[in-house]
């Protein structure tokens, strides 16, 4: 019981009006950013139920899948550091959020393409 892609487009297409929509209603963009946040991961979550089998094939151990997540979590933890001490981030904050932007990419990936090989 898949959702198909045209209905998965409308879904977002709807996270993105509501995340304009709370924007001119509050008034503030950040506002409007979390909303919109929100909605696509309800879309994801909604996105990811439906899939027949969302787990089967997600986990790969080659050593260039491997490479590939650690690549990603090298980026992530130098935006951090640059976020530190560019921008004056608090560290706790800023590393939790990468940890979290990075796992719930890769978890959403997975769980929408399972058969697709990074």
């Known amino acids: 019981m898949s959702l198909s892609m045209r209905t998965v487009s409308r879904m977002f297409g709807l996270s993105g009006i509501v995340g304009l929509a709370v924007w001119w ?3 503030t963009m950040m506002t409007g ?5 929100a909605a696509c991961a309800v879309t994801a979550i909604v996105w990811a139920i439906t899939e027949s089998s969302p787990l089967d094939g ?4 080659r050593i260039g899948t491997l ?3 650690l690549g990603a979590f090298l980026v992530g933890m130098v ?4 976020m530190v001490n560019s921008l004056g981030y608090p560290m706790a904050e800023s590393a939790l959020t990468m940890l979290a932007t990075v796992g719930l990419g890769y978890a959403t990936y997975l769980w929408m393409e399972p058969n697709a090989k990074v």
């Open 58 to 61: 997600a986990i790969d151990l």
């Open 67 to 69: 490479l590939g997540h």
């Open 79 to 82: 935006s951090t550091l640059w």
């Open 33 to 37: 950013m979390l909303a919109l946040i």
């Open 25 to 27: 209603l509050d008034g």
